[in-house]
Nanobody, 126 residues
Framework: QVQLVESGGGLVQAGGSLRLSCAAS????????MAWFRQAPGKEREFVAG????????NLTDFVKGRFTISRDNAKNSVYLQMESLKPEDTAVYYC???????????????????WGQGTQVTVSS
């Protein structure tokens, strides 16, 4: 069974940057499609970004394009979310998720991901 552990969250001022990391353990990381979701208080969990198992395909939601970048290092069993130009509306708990199927399909629906981390809080002050 794969376990995911996120890190890198924190408090940052608007316009600042953060880099989230997600470390996976338990099975071959390279066969996992990985994604980041986020959930703000009172809101549904929403897709942020995803990356295919060898990184050849990425999928970013419109509201983060040009500001966030997703990447992975299979040698380190890790996926990253580099967040730039952060806004107060980016404040949320960010979750790492895994889908133990490969290929170039990177779904933006939470139900397609079966493994989840515990989340890391990102707070952007104005």
């Amino acid at each position: 069974q794969v376990q995911l552990v996120e890190s890198g969250g924190g408090l940052v001022q608007a316009g600042g940057s953060l880099r989230l990391s997600c470390a996976a353990s338990g099975r071959s990381f390279s066969v996992l499609t990985m994604a980041w979701f986020r959930q703000a208080p009172g809101k549904e969990r929403e897709f942020v970004a995803g990356i295919s198992w060898y990184g050849q395909q990425t999928n970013l939601t419109d509201f983060v394009k040009g500001r966030f970048t997703i990447s992975r290092d299979n040698a380190k069993n890790s996926v990253y979310l580099q967040m730039e130009s952060l806004k107060p509306e980016d404040t949320a708990v960010y979750y790492c998720a895994a889908r133990p199927l490969g290929g170039g399909y990177v779904p933006a629906v939470s139900s397609k991901y079966t493994i989840w981390g515990q989340g890391t809080q990102v707070t952007v002050s104005s």
